[in-house]
C-alpha cells in the first residue's frame, strides 16, 4: 500500500476526498491530512509519504512552495495539484516541479483516481527498475572482485572495470580480509560429528557490508563474497600503519556486533600491499591465516604478523602413541581425553604451525583405528574409510573443534572395545589369545594348527577372512608394538628387547621392526626422548 498525504484549507474538500475515494482499491492508504501548507510540513518533513495531494491557494504556505521544501527531503514522492483557478502561471511552475497532475475544483473524482492509479503504478515500476539494476550491477561487481582477488584478470580490463565501478585503482595500499562464520558442529547418533556450514551467510555479510559502506572515517571498504562464500572485505588507502589500524578498528566492531547477535566468526586481514594489482597477494595471505585459527584464540583478529616462523621443533617429534595406546585399552575416557588435550596444549605452547598440528589430529585417528583393527576386528570403526574419518577433522576450524573430533573417535573406540568379542569364531579367539599373551615365544601357523587340531592352511584363510590381515602381519605388528613399549620404558638393549619379543635373530628384529614402525629401533628410542625432554620444557 502506497501512503496518500491530503493538504486543502477547505474542509469540505478535504473530508470530502477523505471519504469519497475508495484508497485500498487504488493500492494506497490515506496516512493524514492537514488544513494548510505549515501544518502538513511540520508533519511530512519526519515522516514523509509515498504521494501528496495538495491545494495550491493557501494561507500560511502554498501548495507550491510546499513541494519546493519537500522534494529535497523525499526525491521519490510524486505530487498532485489541486487549484480552484486555472491559472498558466501555475501549470507553468507545477510542471517544473515534477507534479503528476493538476486537476480543477471541483475534483473530477474518476480522473483524480486514475492520477493516483497511474502514480501508484509509476512508483512500483521506478522501485522495480532500482533493485534490478543495483541487483544487475552488484553481480557484475562481485564477478570483478572475485577475479581481481583471484589474480585471473588482465590488468587493463580491471582498471577499466574499476573506473566503472568507481572503486579507486590510484591508491599506493590495498588489503583483503576474510570473515568466516565458524560452523556448528553436530554429532548424529551412529555418525562420527561433522561440521555443517549454515544454508547462507547472509546475516554476516549484511552486517559486514553495511558497516563497511557507512564508514564515517577514512575510505569505507568493498564487500563481496568469494566463490568459497567467505565475505572478502577489499580496503584501500595511502598509508600503511593508518590503512591498518583503521582496518583492525572497523573490523573489530564487526566481530562484536556479529557476537552480541549469537554469530562467532574468525577474521583474516592479510599484509597491506602496495598498488591495486597487489590486492591478490593479500587475499591470498587472508585466507590461508584462517588455518591459524587452530592455534590461535577465536576473538582475536589474525593479520599477517602471525607468519613469523614458529618454534617448530616440536612438529618433528611424534606423541607417544604407546601412551594413547594404553589408554585406550584401559577404556578410560577421562585418561584419554587430559592426554588428548596435553598433547595438543603443548603444541600450541610452542607455536607450532596448523599444518604440524592437524597432523597430530590424523596420527591420533590413525592410531585409535589400528588399536580398534587390533582387538576389534569387525566393529565399524575399524573397517570404516579414511574419508569418513577426516572429513570433519579437515574442516575443523579451532583448535577446540579438532579436539573435539578426535576425542568422539576415541569414545567411540572405548565404546567399541567394551563389547564382548563374539564376533570371532571359537579358534580364531584362541589364536589371538595366544598371540597376545605368548608372543615371545615360537610361534607359527603351523605349531598353532597342530595344537587347535585344524589344517594349517585351513587355519590361515580364516585367520585372514575374519581379522582382514595374514597371521604373519598380525603378529609382526604385535611383537614391533610390544618392542616400542620396551624401548620407551626400560634401558634394555636392542638385542634383548629382540628375543623378549620373539626374534632369535637381531638382524631379522630389525629389519621387521623397521617395516612395521618406519624407523629403525634406535631412532625410535631417540625420539622418545627427545619428545620427553620437550614436554619436561614445556
Not at 486537476?103 to 473524482?109: E, F, H, T
Not at 577489499?234 to 590503512?243: A, E, R
Not at 602471525?306 to 606423541?319: H, N, Q
Not at 588435550?341 to 585417528?365: C, G, K, T, Y
Request: hydrophobic share 40%; glycine share 6%; proline share 4%.
Amino acid at each position: 500500500m502506497r501512503s496518500v498525504f491530503i493538504v486543502d484549507d477547505e474542509p469540505f474538500i478535504l473530508e470530502g476526498l477523505n471519504n469519497a475515494v475508495e484508497w485500498e482499491e487504488l493500492g494506497t492508504t490515506l496516512c493524514g491530512k492537514a488544513y494548510d501548507g505549515k501544518e502538513a510540513y511540520e508533519q511530512l518533513r519526519e515522516t514523509g509519504c509515498d504521494i501528496l495531494i495538495t491545494d495550491i491557494m493557501m494561507r500560511e504556505m502554498d501548495g507550491l512552495e510546499l513541494i519546493r521544501k519537500l522534494k529535497p527531503l523525499y526525491p521519490g514522492m510524486k505530487f498532485i495539484v489541486l487549484s480552484g483557478y486555472n491559472e498558466f502561471n501555475y501549470v507553468k511552475e507545477g510542471m517544473k516541479l515534477g507534479i503528476e497532475n493538476y486537476l480543477l475544483k471541483p475534483v473530477n473524482m474518476k480522473e483524480l483516481a486514475e492520477t493516483i492509479q497511474s502514480t501508484v503504478q509509476k512508483i512500483n515500476n521506478a522501485e522495480r527498475s532500482a533493485c534490478l539494476n543495483a541487483e544487475e550491477l552488484d553481480i557484475l561487481r562481485d564477478n570483478v572482485m572475485n577475479r581481481w582477488a583471484a589474480g585471473r584478470i588482465d590488468p587493463a580490463e580491471l582498471k577499466n572495470r574499476l573506473d566503472f565501478l568507481d572503486i579507486p585503482s590510484d591508491l599506493s595500499c590495498y588489503a583483503a580480509a576474510v570473515v568466516r562464520e565458524i560452523a556448528e558442529m553436530e554429532e548424529p547418533a551412529g555418525e562420527s560429528p561433522w561440521y555443517k556450514a549454515r544454508q547462507n551467510n547472509r546475516e554476516v555479510y549484511a552486517l559486514c557490508r553495511e558497516l563497511t559502506e557507512s564508514a564515517g572515517n577514512g575510505r569505507p571498504g568493498i564487500c563481496f563474497c568469494d566463490l568459497e562464500g567467505d565475505v572478502i572485505i577489499v580496503y584501500s588507502g595511502s598509508d600503511p600503519k593508518t590503512l591498518q589500524a583503521g582496518i583492525l578498528e572497523q573490523l573489530e566492531q564487526m566481530r562484536s556486533a556479529l557476537k552480541e547477535r549469537g554469530t562467532r566468526v574468525m577474521i583474516t586481514l592479510g599484509g597491506m600491499e602496495s598498488g591495486y594489482q597487489g590486492l591478490p597477494q593479500s587475499y591470498a595471505l587472508a585466507k590461508r591465516l584462517q588455518e591459524f585459527f587452530l592455534t590461535d584464540e577465536e576473538g582475536e583478529i589474525i593479520t599477517a604478523s602471525r607468519m613469523a616462523p614458529p618454534d617448530d621443533a616440536m612438529a618433528c617429534t611424534a606423541p607417544d602413541t604407546l601412551e594413547y595406546e594404553k589408554r585406550l585399552l584401559a577404556r578410560n575416557k577421562a585418561a584419554v581425553d587430559e592426554y588428548i588435550d596435553h598433547l595438543f596444549a603443548v603444541r600450541q605452547s610452542n607455536r607450532v604451525s596448523p599444518v604440524h598440528i592437524r597432523n597430530l589430529a590424523v596420527e591420533l585417528v590413525l592410531c585409535t583405528k589400528q588399536v580398534v583393527k587390533e582387538n576389534k576386528l569387525n566393529y565399524d570403526l575399524a573397517t570404516s574409510g579414511y574419508k569418513q574419518l577426516f572429513t570433519a577433522l579437515f574442516k575443523a576450524q579451532t583448535l577446540g573443534r579438532l579436539a573435539q573430533h578426535v576425542k568422539f573417535i576415541a569414545h567411540a573406540a572405548i565404546d567399541y572395545l567394551s563389547v564382548e568379542e563374539d564376533e570371532f569364531s571359537p579358534v580364531i579367539k584362541q589364536v589371538l589369545h595366544q598371540i597376545r599373551t605368548k608372543y615371545a615365544e615360537e610361534m607359527s601357523l603351523k605349531t598353532l594348527a597342530h595344537e587347535f587340531n585344524v589344517h594349517p592352511f585351513y587355519l590361515g584363510q580364516l585367520f585372514q577372512k575374519e581379522t582382514g590381515v595374514s597371521f604373519s602381519d598380525y603378529l609382526n605388528s604385535h611383537r614391533v608394538k610390544q618392542a616400542k613399549a620396551l624401548l620407551t620404558d626400560t634401558l634394555l638393549k636392542t638385542s634383548e628387547i629382540s628375543r623378549r619379543v620373539g626374534y632369535l635373530e637381531p638382524g631379522y628384529f630389525y629389519r621387521q621392526f623397521k617395516k612395521y614402525a618406519g624407523m629403525s629401533p634406535t631412532e625410535f628410542r631417540n625420539m622418545v626422548k627427545m619428545s620427553a625432554c620437550r614436554d619436561e620444557q614445556a
